[in-house]
């Protein structure tokens, strides 16, 4: 489909309905923070306790099981769907083995003991979702955003196996590619979820190492590569060189855009299992509105020196230019993206020319 230059996205929250997939997370009050929006929620994602993800995870003392028992008891008695995670990309040699296959099923087993056999299993590995698909035949099975399976052709090997897939991160915020997908899925029964706040680069070429690594002790292979000044996140090194406006061009989308989006998607993925402040992700998406710096509710999320305020995205003309950049993975280097940081460096008192290089500040390791 030929891409429409003259499109346009129009923010509007008269068809709200529950769209959004929330990480479980236990920093902050998870009930109560869900409960405020649960109008909004339509599943939340998790790793069971004894379950490798793709997210580093806190020991699983006796008062965290009882807490995400609790919690996913809570989403059950509220209409909120359950989606168990296995997506760490990597299992190293028990990868295709009854070693994995049992331990799949001994996890949904005790899951299904305390009434929480989820609706959904999504993974990186096609070996387990033939063995779930096989023992567990009424779980509908998503295909993890970390497979970055992005188009129809590749998609189509797979129609028997999985009933759900996310779009292409790297292209779901152009509405012709997400049109397009959807059209393809609803086709054949299955269903599009977008993940609506990743903090990733656009095309990161470490994404692979990087997922590999949450298999093997991650956090801790990521300390020792700081020994020999190697960071597992891209992007830190990235931004530290100064290049903040390839966050601009990345793949996060606006809360005020998201109503357009949610047009094609059935499911919009937030990444708060691991953030600092899941509360402002989930209001900020759940009502359409944020009035901050985008930076902040990314996964992974950056203080940078200055504001990317969502309110200054939203007023200039060069956002919707951006946004919609039919050269966004060849970049031309036009100067759009470089005059609307500019602009929001300005904003944030910043004089054209200023360095910011050693001025960043901080970064979350997620």
Known sequence: MAFNRSMSIKSTTTDTRRTLAVGWFDNAPFREICGKYSSRIKEVFFAWPGVTAS?????????????????????????????????????????????????????????????LLPEHLTTTSPFIATVVRRRFPSM????????????????????????????????????????MMSGWARERGKSLCIYA???????????????????????????????????????????????????????????????????????VKLATRRHADPEAIIRAYATYSYDGDMAKITD?????????????LGRSPLWPQVRDCPDAHD??????????????????????GDSTTAAFVGFFRG
């Open 197 to 267: 706040n990743s903090g990733c680069l656009k095309d990161c070429i470490f994404r692979q190492f990087h997922n590999n690594l949450h298999g093997h002790n991650r956090m801790g292979q990521s300390a020792a590569g700081e020994q020999f000044g190697f960071s597992t996140f891209l992007c830190r090194t990235n931004y530290e060189r100064g290049n903040y406006a390839d966050f601009l061009r990345a793949n996060w989308l606006r809360p005020e855009e998201l109503p357009e989006y949610e047009k094609y998607a059935d499911v």
């Open 331 to 352: 970049c031309r280097r036009c100067g759009r993206c470089d005059a609307l940081l500019e602009e929001l460096k300005a904003k944030s008192g910043l004089k054209p």
């Open 55 to 115: 997210r580093p995870m806190a020991p699983w003392t006796d008062e965290r099981r009882e807490l995400i028992y609790a919690d996913l008891a809570w989403c059950r008695e509220n209409g909120i769907e359950l989606d168990a995670i296995f997506n760490a990309n990597c299992y190293g040699d028990i990868a295709i083995s009854t070693e994995l296959a049992d331990h799949v099923t001994k996890m949904l087993g005790e899951m299904d003991a305390k009434g």
């Open 140 to 179: 509908k099975l998503r295909i993890s955003v970390n497979v970055y399976a992005e188009n129809s052709i590749s998609l189509s090997y797979v129609t028997d196996l999985f009933d759900s897939f996310y779009a292409g991160i790297d292209r779901h915020r152009r509405i012709d590619y997400l049109r």
């Open 300 to 312: 992974p999320f950056f203080d940078f020196p200055f504001s990317v305020d969502n309110a200054a």
